[in-house]
């Protein structure tokens, strides 16, 4: 019996949120007196593999098919079914990401366990029940939800877990090879193409976003976004009809229709903080919102504000930010 | 064609979200019921593809009789059929097996859903009902055309970047924006839709895998703190030095 981690890498390194789920995964295993695996396939170096040692992995198992670099969601559930098999795992945790939760919902159905997707918190395990807290109505509750099979899959909401690093600690690394079929790659993409961040944070994965509305007044304003968010780390992002003008590409989009984003800083400029903007953000630690309506309802779900115009106001941020020590 | 679209009847997204019973189930008080937006996207595009291709668009839900205005109205937008299996949805695994127990019975070509349901968030059910029935689900995806008499084109929206994927028929799919541009019922839609046929089915087995014992809201905030926009530079200490998150 053990708990399963599947860890994500993005150009060799593993993924922010995937350090989050080995932390969650690790943390788990504790508590049911057993160790945790973490399960990687594709683009990750070796080095960062036996790192995970810091998030409380002990062994890490590792398909190096280079067929496996883009995502093919049949070829990755069979070598984490396989690991599962191996591991004779109980318990198995992803991120919450468009990767891992179809890789999670598939195996639920292959392992015939139980699915938790969106999950905030730690499983509290008393007689004989396994509940985990799950984020629902699109940030407006949470539910408890008891898992009932024997095996219990969960994905974990991004930027709800801390990272632990036992600074030193490694993992052993050890080969997996799921013998893997042409069939399994029927549905392989043609084609994958990255966005290019030009050296910037990618939003699902980012601890600081920054996001203008149709308070920006046009795209020609944006370069105030861009810099505040180079200048502290961040992620752009934007409200719905933004992006439905076009100012701004789709995916970057948040809200209800959009993507959900739960960093640690969320900054609101222009934006009025319609409810459906609200629930994609609403997860956020700390949240800023700067907008020249004192009566804006974004106000309410804000921790800081700044009655103002954006444009007269980020450029005070931007000087502020440039004067930190970093 | 074939296509089948399922839909989930979810609160509108402005409903107030409350718990009754001490806090043990939703409060459907006051809610308004729409159709879950994504499905919406799934919906408008089976319809485009029919009127292109030929063929037949049918909706289901698997639901309680509450759900049959929200399925009319998928009628009054463009589906010629529905069909509602009358079961409380006790999760997303009884949802899929459902699903699938329905796919399987109308050989579709193709089964497109929303991306995620806006009340239980669970982006989980069209990659479950692909497993389930042994083809490939695409999720979610931003754009979807047909290539040739067999064969789809999809765009699936990764972390970070975009995929190209080419399936052949029959696949599952869940829908995004901006794969296209909703739309709403017209007068005669409306009319139409009183007599298109809507076949209630009692479900076929199927268990559920999770137990929902109890729900909380997330804690208020406190209040907004307030900074003059002459200082606004002063924001950004606070931000360090209080808030901490910088
Ligand atoms: C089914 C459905 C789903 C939706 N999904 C989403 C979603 O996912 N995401 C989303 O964002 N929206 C969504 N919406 C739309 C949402 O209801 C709002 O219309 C939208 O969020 C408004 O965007 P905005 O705040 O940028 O624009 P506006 O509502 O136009 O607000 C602009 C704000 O900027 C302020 N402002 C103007 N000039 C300045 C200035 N110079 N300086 C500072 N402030 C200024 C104004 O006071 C105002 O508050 C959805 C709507 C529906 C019906
Ligand atoms: C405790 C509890 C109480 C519930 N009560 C009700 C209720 O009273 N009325 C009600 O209608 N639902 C109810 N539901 C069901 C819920 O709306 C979902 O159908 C189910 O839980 C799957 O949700 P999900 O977020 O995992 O779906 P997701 O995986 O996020 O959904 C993806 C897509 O699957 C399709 N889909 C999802 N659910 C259905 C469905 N039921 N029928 C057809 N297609 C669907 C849609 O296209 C959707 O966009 C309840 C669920 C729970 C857990």
Redesign the pocket.
């Known amino acids: 019996m053990s708990v399963l981690v599947f860890v994500e890498g993005l150009n060799g390194e593993i993924k922010k949120s995937s350090l989050e789920a080995a932390s969650y995964g690790s943390q788990v295993a504790q508590a049911m007196g057993t160790t945790a695996t973490a399960v990687a396939i594709g683009d990750v170096h070796e080095e960062a593999l036996a790192k995970l040692g810091e998030q409380g992995i002990s062994k890490v198992l590792y398909d190096a098919d280079d067929r496996l670099k883009q995502f093919v969601a049949d070829a990755y559930v069979k070598v984490i079914a396989k690991a599962a098999q191996q591991e004779s795992a109980k318990v198995l945790v992803f991120s919450n990401s468009n990767i891992g939760a179809a890789v999670g919902s598939k195996l639920a159905v292959r392992l015939n366990g139980s699915l938790a997707t969106n999950v905030t918190e730690l499983p509290k395990m008393d007689g004989g029940n396994f509940i985990v807290t799950r984020g629902v109505f699109s940030g407006k509750a949470f539910a408890d939800v008891n898992l009932t099979s024997d095996v219990k899959i969960i994905a974990v909401k991004k930027n709800s877990t801390d990272i632990i690093s036992n600074a030193g600690s490694t993992a052993t690394v050890e080969k997996l090879s799921a013998d893997l079929a042409e069939s399994d790659f029927a549905a392989a993409p043609k084609e994958t193409v990255m966005q290019d961040t030009d050296g910037g944070v990618l939003l699902p994965e980012a601890e600081i976003v920054v996001s203008g509305?149709?308070?920006m007044?046009g795209p020609e304003n944006w370069h105030l976004i861009e810099t505040l968010a180079k200048e502290l780390g961040a992620a752009t992002a934007c409200?719905?009809?933004?992006s439905d003008i076009g100012w701004r590409p789709h995916h970057e989009?948040?809200?209800?229709?959009?993507i959900t984003v739960s960093p640690n800083l969320y900054i609101a400029?222009?934006?009025?903080?319609?409810?459906?903007?609200l629930?994609?953000v609403n997860s956020s630690k700390v949240i800023v919102v700067?907008?020249?309506?004192p009566e804006?309802p974004?106000f309410k779900a804000a921790d800081y504000g700044i009655v103002?115009?954006?444009?007269e106001v980020l450029p005070k941020l931007i000087e502020a930010a440039k004067a930190l020590d970093k | 064609m074939k296509i089948l679209v399922c839909i989930s009847n979810v609160p509108d997204?402005t409903s107030k979200i409350n718990f009754t019973g001490d806090n043990k189930e939703f409060d459907k008080n006051g809610v308004q019921y729409v159709i879950n937006?994504w499905d919406e996207y799934a919906l408008t595009r089976a319809i485009e593809l029919k009127e292109a291709k030929g063929g037949s668009v049918t909706v289901l839900n698997v639901g309680e009789a509450d759900a049959e205005p929200n399925i009319r109205k998928a009628l009054a937008i463009g589906a010629d059929d529905a069909i509602r299996v009358n079961a409380h949805p006790k999760d997303a695994y009884f949802v899929a097996q459902q699903i699938t127990a329905v796919a399987k019975e109308g050989g579709y070509d193709m089964i497109l859903m929303g991306k995620e349901s806006i009340d239980y968030n669970g982006f989980q059910v069209h990659n479950m009902v692909g497993e389930m029935m042994g083809i490939p689900s695409v999720t979610p995806a931003f754009k979807l055309d047909m290539v040739d008499d067999s064969t789809a084109r999809l765009e699936r929206e990764i972390e970070g970047g975009k995929e190209v994927v080419e399936v052949k028929l029959p696949f599952v799919a869940s829908a995004q924006q901006p794969m296209c541009e909703p739309r709403i019922p017209n007068m005669r839609g409306i009319m139409t839709a009183r007599t298109k046929p809507l076949k209630v089915v009692e479900p076929a087995g199927g268990e559920a895998k999770s137990e929902y014992v109890n729900y909380s809201k997330p804690e208020k905030k406190s209040g907004v703190k307030l900074i003059d926009a002459e200082n606004a530079g002063e924001l950004i200490k606070l931000l360090r030095n209080e808030a901490k998150v910088l």
């Open positions: 509305g149709r308070g007044k409200s719905k009809p933004v989009h948040v809200g209800q229709t959009g400029a222009g934006i009025s903080g319609a409810i459906q903007h629930a994609g700067i907008n020249k309506d804006a974004f103002g115009d954006a444009l | 997204t937006p």
